[in-house]
């Protein structure tokens, strides 16, 4: 069995760990590094009798995620003492967000980069105050400036100088180019104070976000992870007026279709307790993408791949723009002292 099935299942049910044989643990751990979930697997295993050596892995993954969810909030703690001056509401995206509102999802996630959500006419002043407390354009040509400026939802990556540390400032959570126009004002709107001057998303809105993050906003590389995210915010809000609620915040959000198919998917991989769960056409098509993982980790299906890749274009920005960005891109990486 390929290691992201294999995967999928230990997530949605844990004892399966105690039956598998030792051949089988390279699939898993190998898919599950890949895709970003050995430490939210660790958590899923904890305390489980397995063999030494898959311990030894799952217990260093379990330190690693902690010790990157510890570097995370103390980026956002950073962030937001450099912007407290500019009194205007930060929302925390994503992975730090679930470490900081201490929600499941945030069990033994990876955290890379921190998200921060700041209203667009603040833009401007976040940016200078940023700039101002150390942190540098990771993306500084001129090409690559006016695009992210014009055309994506986040200013141009950002790193600190001083901790190698990345940071996207988003003022909505799909590019403006996009299919799907979030409602960004109705998310700060409705966001959740954390009581340190740092808030969150509502769930809804959390659920939100990552069904677009996962289906509007990508290939799917890493979409398992994006999947368990959604799992775990269920798991710890689902109720039935949350599901109503949740339908309220998709209509909002333009995103009834990505929220109803990420949901479907998260029922079909890891048993998400989710109403009116039944496949729809063109679910299977989604699930063998998001399984596209061999026993030693590595990528599968290349033509599938291949078809999500221009997929994630075409919904993400019209052709003739698309076809603009790539000839830009393409003579600047040929004739880089003309850019």
């Avoid at 990157?68 to 001056?85: I, S």
């Avoid at 039944?278 to 399984?291: E, H, N, P, T």
């Amino acid at each position: 069995m390929a290691g992201a099935v294999m995967l999928a299942r230990l997530l949605r049910t844990p004892a399966l760990a105690e039956t598998l044989a030792p051949h089988q643990w390279t699939g898993v751990l190998s898919a599950a590094r890949a895709e970003q979930l050995l430490g939210a697997l660790a958590y899923r295993l904890t305390g489980m009798d397995l063999p030494a050596a898959a311990t030894t892995i799952l217990n260093d993954a379990r330190a690693l995620a902690l010790e990157t969810r510890r570097g995370a909030l103390w980026e956002a703690e950073v962030v937001r003492r450099a912007l407290a001056p500019l009194d205007v509401p930060l929302l925390l995206l994503k992975g730090t967000a679930f470490a900081a509102a201490g929600l499941s999802a945030g069990q033994g996630r990876m955290i890379g980069d921190l998200d921060l959500l700041v209203p667009r006419d603040a833009l401007e002043a976040v940016e200078a105050a940023l700039l101002a407390a150390g942190w540098e354009w990771a993306k500084a040509e001129r090409y690559d400036q006016l695009y992210y400026r014009r055309w994506m939802h986040e200013l141009p990556p950002l790193i600190h100088r001083d901790r190698d540390r990345a940071l996207d400032v988003h003022h909505t959570i799909l590019p403006p180019t996009a299919r799907i126009t979030p409602d960004a004002a109705a998310i700060v709107a409705a966001a959740v104070p954390l009581g340190n001057g740092l808030s969150v998303p509502c769930a809804e809105d959390m659920i939100v976000h990552a069904a677009l993050h996962l289906l509007a906003d990508g290939d799917l590389s890493g979409g398992l992870r994006n999947l368990w995210d959604i799992d775990r915010l269920l798991h710890d809000h689902a109720t039935p007026d949350f599901w109503r609620s949740l339908a309220a915040r998709a209509v909002l959000h333009g995103a009834t279709v990505p929220v109803a198919r990420a949901l479907r998917l998260a029922a079909a991989l890891f048993g998400t307790a989710v109403p009116d769960a039944r496949a729809r056409r063109g679910d299977a098509w989604f699930v063998r993408r998001l399984l596209a993982r061999d026993g030693w980790g590595r990528e599968t299906r290349p033509m599938t791949r291949l078809a999500f890749y221009l997929r994630s274009h075409w919904i993400r920005m019209p052709a003739p723009l698309l076809a603009r960005h790539l000839a830009v891109k393409t003579w600047v990486r040929v004739v880089p002292a003309r850019s």
